[in-house]
């Protein structure tokens, strides 16, 4: 079975413009490739789950959103993640099938590569990310960016691990691989 990283897209691999679909607009924090680069070395497979609101609000079309991980993939210049997992889901809808904190865009890929939550992480920048990991039976890294609301107070309550960037977390990750094998 394989080891996973899934990885948030807002504010965790780009900087969080709301409803992004300019892709001149998409950031990425300098050197995360390499970062990236590292944990494909030792084995993860990696993946984005990302939910997309915009699109159940009518203020995105999917061709947007693909537009613009399309660019995000070859700003990277690597192939680094297996695959992109998306929900276009609102959150008022009565369904709420694949959005996170529902943890099926995780299980998808578990049963699309055989993953192993136990030996896998989920980073994210808000509660729905920890709590889809947590559905999901994985270890999660939240990244504080120090707000001071409950949603924050409950991530770090939550969350396996706290750090302050990607970067950090990717060196947590690796640095729980050094430890155990
Ligand atoms: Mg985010």
């Known amino acids: 079975m394989n080891r996973a990283v899934f990885f948030d897209r807002d504010d ?7 409803y992004l679909k300019n892709d001149e607009l998409i950031e990425i924090p300098q050197g995360l490739e390499v970062y990236l680069s590292r944990l494909k070395q030792v084995g993860f497979l990696l993946f984005i789950i990302s939910n997309q609101s915009g699109v159940a609000r009518g203020l995105l079309t999917p061709e947007d959103v693909e537009k613009v ?22 959150p008022s809808q009565e369904l709420n099938w694949d959005r996170k904190p529902q943890p099926t865009m995780i299980w998808k890929a578990a049963t699309e590569y055989d993953v192993d939550f136990e030996k896998s992480f989920f980073v994210g920048d808000r509660l729905a990310d920890i709590l889809c990991g947590r559905n999901g039976g994985c270890r999660t ?37 050094t430890l155990k094998e």
């Open 141 to 177: 890294i939240f990244i504080d960016q120090g707000k001071k609301d409950l949603e924050s107070y409950i991530s770090r309550r939550l969350s396996t691990f706290i750090v302050n960037s990607v970067f950090e977390a990717i060196e947590k990750i690796l640095s729980t691989l």
């Open 69 to 90: 991980n399309k660019k995000l993939l070859e700003k990277l210049g690597g192939t680094f993640f297996e695959k992109i997992y998306l929900s276009y889901e609102g």
């Open 12 to 18: 965790t691999l780009i900087r969080n413009v709301p």
